[in-house]
C-alpha cells in the first residue's frame, strides 16, 4: 500500500518546499490538475527534477485526445497520468498503449461514473495499472466520501491495482486501510494540517502497518 499526496492549490515554489517536509513519508507526488492549469506541465517536469527518487503523478483527467497528452506528461516526466473513467473506451486504450511504450502508468479517475461495478470491470480489462474511487471536492462538501465505493471496485477488479482518493484524513484513515487499496490519495489530510510532516509520519506508520 503507497501513500500519494495530491496537491491541489500550490504554485511550483510552495508545492516542492512543501514536498520537502514530508518527502520521507510518501511514495507519490500527484500534481493536481488546479497546479496543472495554472502552471502547466511544467510543475510535473520541476517536481521530478526536484525529486528524482518520489514518483510524480500528473492528475490531467484526461477525456480526449490521450495519447497524445499521456505522451506529453511522460515528456514532462510524469510516472503515473489519470484519465476519466467517463471517458471513451478508444481513448482509454489510447492512454494505455502510449503509457506502455513510455514505460508509464495509467489511473482511471471513476469520478462521476454512475455505475461503479460495470465501469470498473470494463476498464479493468482495457489494461489500466489503477482503477480509483474518488469524491471530488464538490461531492465532499455535501458530505459524501468514497469508503464503500472502493469495496465496490475491489469485489470486480481483477488486473488493476486500486486506489482511493476525496477527504482521507488521519481519523479516517483506519476504515480505508480495511479496504486494503493499493494507493491512498491524500491532500487536506496533510496539506492543511500545522504539521504536515508529523500528519504524513502518521499515515504512512498505519498504512505500513496494514
Request: glycine share 8%; aromatic share 2%.
Amino acid at each position: 500500500m503507497e501513500l500519494q499526496l495530491a496537491l491541489d492549490l500550490v504554485n511550483i515554489p510552495e508545492a516542492i518546499e512543501l514536498v520537502k517536509e514530508v518527502e520521507e513519508h510518501i511514495d507519490v507526488v500527484e500534481i493536481g490538475t488546479p497546479v496543472v492549469i495554472n502552471e502547466g506541465l511544467t510543475a510535473v517536469k520541476q517536481m521530478k527534477e526536484a525529486y528524482p527518487n518520489l514518483k510524480v503523478l500528473a492528475d490531467l483527467k484526461i477525456m480526449d485526445a490521450a495519447g497524445y497528452e499521456v505522451g506529453q506528461a511522460a515528456k514532462a516526466g510524469a510516472d503515473i497520468v489519470t484519465i476519466l473513467g467517463a471517458a471513451e473506451d478508444a481513448s482509454i486504450k489510447g492512454a494505455v498503449e502510449e503509457a506502455k511504450k513510455q514505460g508509464k502508468k495509467i489511473l482511471v479517475d471513476m469520478m462521476a461514473v454512475k455505475d461503479l461495478a460495470a465501469r470498473a470491470k470494463e476498464v479493468d480489462a482495457l489494461g489500466v495499472d489503477y482503477i480509483c474511487v474518488h469524491t471530488g471536492y464538490d461531492l465532499q462538501a455535501e458530505g459524501k466520501n468514497s469508503f464503500e465505493d472502493l469495496q465496490t471496485i475491489k469485489d470486480v477488479v481483477k488486473n488493476a491495482k486500486t486506489a482511493i482518493a476525496g477527504g482521507i484524513k488521519l481519523e479516517t484513515l483506519p476504515e480505508v486501510i480495511k479496504v486494503q487499496p493499493d494507493l491512498v490519495i491524500v491532500g487536506g489530510g496533510i496539506t492543511g494540517q500545522e504539521d504536515k510532516k508529523a500528519a504524513a509520519s502518521a499515515m504512512q506508520k498505519l498504512i505500513k502497518q496494514a
